[in-house]
């Protein structure tokens, strides 16, 4: 049993723990960081490897929301979070977001400008960049499919710095915001999990921890802190909450980005190390299309969601790619921590309207990859009709129901939402949780809605600008 003192404690190192601890700790605050899972060298496993998954994913990369249907996640569970395994593309908060936002749930200093500011800051600390030469074929397919068909498209910028040799590395929080940290003094305790927060009146005192050693020992431990920040993510922070009694919008309307997927057979090979980073935006912001991680494991997993055999497919593998689409979804989901139980349990539920916005983003992904020339798409569809020319595109419009469709999502927020609504929101226009003094959120729960882009910089850009008011306040 152990007993730590600091001025700030940060919970979780992802996106938004690991700006905070870079910022309070550069603007010479007191921060211990702790991290739920290991540290693992950034350049130790292939990105996308199964030995990555083991190392770095929550659960080895299985989570699911439970509904009808029910849906595939992931999240990180690392030094770093989720941003160790995601694939670095990134894009600022829309602007019609921020306004829609800001109005809606009442956020002070939330106008473009502001957001826009804050953007530029977290981009002049990471790299973010567009490729330096031409992108991978998996990447073209995209490009090219939309270019015949008259839609719009994009190459979007990553989290990524080039070396001369066009040699690209993801500037995880690993290598970028957790080193800032440490530089300005902050404290970073990886293998450290945060069991509930000790409460005294409308403060947060201290956190009751349980950290692992290597020889697999469990110490119990206590940090003392005079402000505490939970980054958690939008699943476990709203389930550390919960534990510890904390509830007023707390771990319900979880949004996300339901997406649906099609393994896309072409007569040439395509690359399988990359993520393609080019984005058909013709039906944005509804739907948007985009290019998966298509290792070897990943293409058997999307062959056998038409639950047909996949011998033949898989002897010709190496010349398919993984490809989706991803919608703005009206439904929603909830949190809820139970007692006994470590991980919480997540719901979500679907909208008709979703359903047929995924049957509709699953046949433009068809007819954009027939333009690009695929010659066999499989669907995340149980029974999903094998599609090879355009006019058997139709019958998936039938197929994608409830009972069928096998869907999935990298992107969960607005698990407590921010703003001065207070019927609406779980913390104050900042993060602060209402009811405490010194108890913040800084992640993406804190989104009021998925933004129908890759949440990350928003997440960053946000969890920036909640820091310079903690600054200016405490
Ligand atoms: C496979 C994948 C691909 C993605 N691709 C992209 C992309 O290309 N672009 C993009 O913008 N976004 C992408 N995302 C999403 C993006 O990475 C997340 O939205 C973002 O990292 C969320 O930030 P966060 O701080 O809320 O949570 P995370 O980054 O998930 O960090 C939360 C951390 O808190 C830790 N933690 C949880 N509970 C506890 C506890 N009780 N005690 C201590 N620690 C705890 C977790 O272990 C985790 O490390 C992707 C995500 C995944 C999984």
Not at 219 to 238: M, N, S, Y
Request: charged share 20%; hydrophobic share 40%; net charge neutral.
């Amino acid at each position: 049993m152990g007993d730590l003192t600091t001025e700030v404690l940060v919970i979780g190192s992802g996106a938004g723990g690991a700006v905070t601890a870079a910022a309070l700790a550069e603007a010479g605050r007191t921060v211990t960081v702790v991290e739920e899972g290991p540290w693992v060298d950034p350049d130790e496993h292939e990105p996308f490897s199964l030995a990555e998954m083991v190392a770095k994913y929550r659960h080895r990369g299985a989570g699911a929301a439970l509904g009808n249907p029910p849906i595939a996640y992931a999240e990180g569970r690392c030094v770093g979070g989720s941003t160790e395994i995601n694939s670095g593309l990134y894009h600022r908060l829309p602007e019609h977001l921020a306004q829609e936002w800001r109005t809606t749930y009442g956020i002070d200093e939330f106008t473009p400008e502001v957001l826009e500011a804050y953007a530029e800051r977290v981009e002049s600390q990471l790299s973010v960049a567009r490729l330096p030469g031409a992108p991978p074929p998996s990447s073209a397919v995209l490009e090219r499919g939309a270019t015949k068909l008259g839609w719009r498209n994009v190459e979007f910028a990553r989290v990524f710095s080039y070396d001369e040799a066009g040699r690209g590395t993801k500037q995880t929080m690993s290598r970028t915001m957790l080193p800032r940290a440490r530089a300005a003094g902050a404290t970073i305790i990886p293998d450290c999990r945060v069991v509930s927060l000790v409460r005294q009146g409308d403060r947060v005192v201290a956190a009751r921890c349980r950290r692992t050693h290597p020889g697999g020992g469990v110490e119990r431990l206590t940090i003392h802190a005079d402000h505490v920040f939970v980054c958690c993510g939008a699943v476990h922070t709203p389930a550390l909450l919960q534990r510890s009694g904390i509830r007023h919008n707390v771990g319900n309307g979880l949004k996300m980005h339901p997406t649906i997927k099609v393994a896309a057979r072409f007569p040439h090979p395509v690359d399988h190390g990359d993520v393609p980073m080019h984005r058909v935006t013709e039906f944005s912001p509804f739907i948007a299309i985009g290019g998966s991680a298509s290792r070897r494991g990943q293409v058997a997993m999307a062959l056998a969601d038409t639950g047909q055999p996949i011998d033949e497919a898989m002897a010709d593998w190496e010349n398919i790619s993984t490809y989706y689409a991803a919608i703005r979804s009206e439904g929603s989901g909830r949190v809820v921590a139970l007692p006994g139980l470590r991980s919480p349990i997540v719901t979500y539920s679907l909208s008709e309207a979703d359903l047929s916005r995924l049957a509709r983003g699953l046949v433009h992904l068809g007819e954009l990859l027939l333009a690009a020339g695929a010659v066999e798409l499989h669907p995340s569809v149980t029974g999903g009709h094998v599609v090879r020319r355009l006019d058997e595109l139709g019958i998936w419009w039938d197929q994608v129901t409830r009972a069928r469709a096998n869907l999935m999502t990298v992107h969960l927020t607005s698990s407590l939402r921010m703003g001065e609504d207070r019927r609406r929101t779980g913390t104050d226009s900042f993060g602060r949780v209402w009811g405490f003094r010194n108890l913040r959120v800084n992640d993406a729960s804190l989104l009021p809605d998925a933004p129908g882009v890759n949440p990350q910089a928003a997440i960053m850009a946000i969890a920036t600008r909640n820091c310079d008011h903690f600054l200016a306040d405490a």
